[in-house]
């Protein structure tokens, strides 16, 4: 089944750690994109990335930090310069060029929680 | 980003009745994706509907269908035939043809009533 995954579903951190959520694709999507929701603000972008070793701030970068070594990886650290981390972090991917380009699959997201 | 606007917070709808949810966004694009996500409790995303700008014919999907107007920015989306299962957040997204990122409205929440 091709598909993304996030893991965990559930994250807990204490206040001024770091905290790497994980994000897998196995479709051969060539972007990968980590999205923030909260309550009444829908989703907002905050890395994407196109190629591997290419990645470029979205709208809320601050406070965030990314990698993509491979392909089908794309980790998000939420470090502890990120003033209000608590959300649900959603991972999506799409094609670059071709059928169904237009369209990103998103992962089941991740919800973490920092006291 | 582009500015895309959810003026309703929450919507209720009879089953097998019709709701529509508005959306209106800001752009000076010519062409451009228009797209209707829908965000169950499980929380994962699903595509329902998308318009290409260009294309003057209105998209449907099933019980899904839009209202796209250009000239007036706004790009409704209309179910038909309520099912229990459409309860869900719905959310309007844009996205241009030069860029692959989306911006989303807030979202629209809709309740079917048994």
């Known amino acids: 089944d091709g598909g993304i995954t996030q893991s965990p579903k559930y994250l807990f951190r204490k206040e001024g750690q770091n905290v790497t959520l994980s994000c897998e694709q196995n479709l051969n999507h060539d972007a990968m994109y980590w999205y923030r929701q909260d309550p009444g603000q829908g989703l907002r972008l905050i890395y994407y990335?196109?190629?591997?070793?290419?990645?470029q701030k979205g709208d809320i970068a601050e406070g965030y930090s990314v990698s993509r070594e491979k392909k089908e990886s794309f980790p998000l650290t939420v470090t502890s310069a990120q003033k209000n981390p608590t959300a649900f972090y959603l991972c999506?991917?799409?094609?670059?060029?071709?059928?169904?380009?237009?369209?990103?699959?998103f992962g089941p997201g991740t919800r973490l929680t920092v006291t | 980003a582009q500015t895309v606007t959810q003026s309703q917070p929450e919507m209720s709808v009879q089953e097998a009745e019709t709701v529509t949810l508005s959306c209106t966004y800001d752009?000076?694009?010519?062409?451009?994706?228009l797209f209707w996500y829908k965000q169950p409790p499980s929380r994962q995303m699903i595509l329902v509907i998308r318009q290409e700008a260009y294309k003057q014919q209105n998209a449907t999907e099933n019980r899904f269908s839009v209202n796209f107007q250009k000239a007036a920015k706004s790009f409704s989306l209309k179910i038909s035939d309520s099912q229990l299962g459409d309860a869900a957040m719905y959310f309007c997204?844009?996205?241009?043809?030069?860029?692959?990122?989306?911006?989303f409205g807030a979202g629209t929440t809709v309740t079917v009533r048994a």
């Open positions: 990335s196109q190629i591997v070793n290419d990645f």
């Open positions: 997204a844009y996205r241009s043809l030069n860029d692959y990122k989306l911006s």
């Open positions: 752009t000076s694009e010519s062409d451009y994706y």
């Open positions: 999506a991917s799409s094609r670059l060029a071709g059928v169904s380009s237009y369209e990103q699959y």
